[in-house]
């Protein structure tokens, strides 16, 4: 028996399994080169690092607005998880919460790019004019915030690993 297209009452099906793990992937790439430009010096290659995270960053906000999309087209599979009510409670307010602040995220990172006196490339395929003459503190405000919500995203994600595994070992889900 194969896996269906959509979810079923009991279990996630092919397409949110494809875009949550291809999501996966590209937050991990994004993580990656967010952490290759910490304390890159101005020049070529901060520009091509930058141009590259910013570029995924805006694909994946809309990969993010799709696998919410498509979360809600859907029957939500925890419902039929043998847990308790509260641990129930908690992994669908664990999910918004990574919702919320992905999609948060990846705004405040286009507002860093608008904000900015420099141009902006989507994968030197087209550019965006700088909104700006002149650097503005904005700017600085925008770009802190973006960093600390990049940290408070590492324990949600370490929550939702941790209770992702103990659903594998613990088989959470009654099979019929």
């Not at 937050?27 to 590259?52: D, F, N, R």
């Not at 925008?142 to 370490?158: D, K, Q, T």
Request: hydrophobic share 50%; aromatic share 10%; glycine share 4%.
């Amino acid at each position: 028996m194969g896996i269906d297209l959509k979810n079923s009452n009991t279990q996630y099906g092919l397409i949110a399994r494809t875009l949550h793990w291809t999501s996966v992937a590209m937050l991990l790439t994004i993580v990656v080169l967010a952490s290759q430009l910490a304390g890159k010096v101005s020049g070529p290659e901060k520009v091509e690092l930058t141009t590259l995270h910013s570029s995924m960053g805006i694909i994946f906000l809309v990969l993010m607005i799709a696998r919410l999309t498509w979360r809600n087209l859907n029957p939500n599979p925890i419902h039929s998880y043998s847990i308790k009510t509260w641990q129930k409670l908690l992994a669908i307010s664990l999910h918004r919460s990574i919702y919320i602040i992905i999609i948060t995220q990846c705004f405040l990172g286009i507002l860093v790019l608008f904000s900015t006196d420099q141009t902006t490339y989507f994968f030197d395929l087209f550019e965006f004019p700088p909104l700006l003459e002149k650097a503005n503190p904005i700017h600085t405000i925008v770009l802190g915030m973006h960093y600390a919500i990049s940290v408070m995203i590492y324990p949600l994600f370490a929550i939702h690993i941790t209770a992702a595994i103990y659903h594998q070992v613990f088989g959470l889900v009654e099979d019929n």
